[in-house]
């Protein structure tokens, strides 16, 4: 029997992997329905519930990887991300109850306060210091009470397709190098967490579905990070090693909001069911060496 996939942020980094791994063939999937945002705003409830009732008998799981992820301007426009974070999925999962579809709602590590010093697990206290992660936090909670079979997954500094750390530190590596420029590029290296493929993202995803998983994982590549680690590898792995990058402060960097310190994901819960990721290096070097890498001709050669 083939589980039949309806993607809602089709045009993010994870809707972008997922209906791209649905849409390949994976063995029992299939995609049946994909929206970017402009073509259904999770924010919008009488448009949410018009698609879903539209998808019964033709889906079976919904992922939900909309968001409105631009953490400082959430900041200055509270209404919009609690509209699509936290509203937009209690609406969604209350439509999927009604028409019987499953929800895979995507969270993230910012419903933390980042004071912990070893990995959070889901059972881990909560405490956001952003309206990011309050309105994210409302809204898998809105989820997880919707419905008993609902699945909610935090993930952690997610790259792939479009913009994301990697792309930006290898362009702006490329860019001065071009200019000969031989200034270093300065690089957070005091926030940790839990770099994460989005490609690996939405595998882990199929599997936990395979797995008849509900409730609340935690999903990430292996491995804890700074920021500055994750550049230093994605410049070595791109072939700029003598690049320099100087380790800075988050306080040489003020943001309208705060970022959690350490916001790294224990994912032994996934683990002990048999979904486990690879390390975040082998994350950043499979994603360097995919077709939608940077050094990808199609996505800009850096050679």
Same mark, same amino acid.
């Given at each position: 029997m083939t589980t039949r996939w309806a993607v809602l942020g089709a045009g993010g980094q994870l809707g972008r992997s997922a209906t791209g791994l649905l849409r390949a063939g994976r063995p029992g999937h299939a995609l049946a329905a994909a929206f970017a945002h402009a073509e259904l705003d999770v924010g919008d409830e009488a448009a949410v519930a018009r698609a879903i009732a539209a998808l019964r008998g033709r889906a079976d799981v919904v992922l939900n990887a909309a968001a409105f992820?631009?953490?400082?301007?959430?900041?200055s426009e509270p209404?919009? @991300?609690e509209r699509i974070n936290a509203a937009g999925p209690s609406a969604l999962a209350r439509a999927c109850a009604e028409a019987g579809l499953r929800l895979v709602h995507v969270s993230t590590d910012y419903v933390f306060d980042?004071? +912990?010093?070893r990995p959070y697990t889901e059972e881990a206290a909560t405490g956001p210091r952003s309206v990011y992660g309050r309105s994210k936090l409302a809204g898998e909670r809105a989820v997880l009470s919707a419905g008993p079979g609902a699945l909610v997954?935090?993930?952690?500094w997610v790259f792939g397709p479009g913009r994301n750390f990697v792309r930006t530190i290898?362009? @702006?590596a490329l860019a001065r190098r071009a200019a000969g420029d031989t200034t270093p590029l300065r690089v957070v290296d005091d926030q940790f967490?839990?770099?994460? !493929?989005a490609r690996d993202l939405a595998e882990a995803l199929v599997a936990l579905v395979e797995r008849g998983a509900t409730g609340l994982y935690h999903v990430a590549n292996r491995g804890v990070a700074t920021w500055w680690e994750v550049a230093r590898e994605s410049l070595d792995r791109a072939g700029l090693q003598d690049? +320099?990058?100087l380790r800075v402060r988050t306080s040489e960097f003020p943001r309208p909001a705060p970022r959690p310190a350490f916001s790294a994901l224990d994912c032994s819960k996934a683990a002990r069911i048999g979904v486990r990721l690879r390390g975040w290096r082998e994350a950043v070097a +499979? !994603?360097?060496?995919s077709e939608e890498s940077p050094l990808a001709p199609a996505g800009g050669n850096l050679a």
């Amino acid at each position: 029997m083939t589980t039949r996939w309806a993607v809602l942020g089709a045009g993010g980094q994870l809707g972008r992997s997922a209906t791209g791994l649905l849409r390949a063939g994976r063995p029992g999937h299939a995609l049946a329905a994909a929206f970017a945002h402009a073509e259904l705003d999770v924010g919008d409830e009488a448009a949410v519930a018009r698609a879903i009732a539209a998808l019964r008998g033709r889906a079976d799981v919904v992922l939900n990887a909309a968001a409105f992820t631009w953490v400082d301007r959430c900041e200055s426009e509270p209404e919009t @991300a609690e509209r699509i974070n936290a509203a937009g999925p209690s609406a969604l999962a209350r439509a999927c109850a009604e028409a019987g579809l499953r929800l895979v709602h995507v969270s993230t590590d910012y419903v933390f306060d980042g004071e +912990a010093r070893r990995p959070y697990t889901e059972e881990a206290a909560t405490g956001p210091r952003s309206v990011y992660g309050r309105s994210k936090l409302a809204g898998e909670r809105a989820v997880l009470s919707a419905g008993p079979g609902a699945l909610v997954a935090r993930t952690c500094w997610v790259f792939g397709p479009g913009r994301n750390f990697v792309r930006t530190i290898l362009e @702006a590596a490329l860019a001065r190098r071009a200019a000969g420029d031989t200034t270093p590029l300065r690089v957070v290296d005091d926030q940790f967490g839990s770099p994460t !493929y989005a490609r690996d993202l939405a595998e882990a995803l199929v599997a936990l579905v395979e797995r008849g998983a509900t409730g609340l994982y935690h999903v990430a590549n292996r491995g804890v990070a700074t920021w500055w680690e994750v550049a230093r590898e994605s410049l070595d792995r791109a072939g700029l090693q003598d690049h +320099a990058i100087l380790r800075v402060r988050t306080s040489e960097f003020p943001r309208p909001a705060p970022r959690p310190a350490f916001s790294a994901l224990d994912c032994s819960k996934a683990a002990r069911i048999g979904v486990r990721l690879r390390g975040w290096r082998e994350a950043v070097a +499979a !994603y360097l060496g995919s077709e939608e890498s940077p050094l990808a001709p199609a996505g800009g050669n850096l050679a």
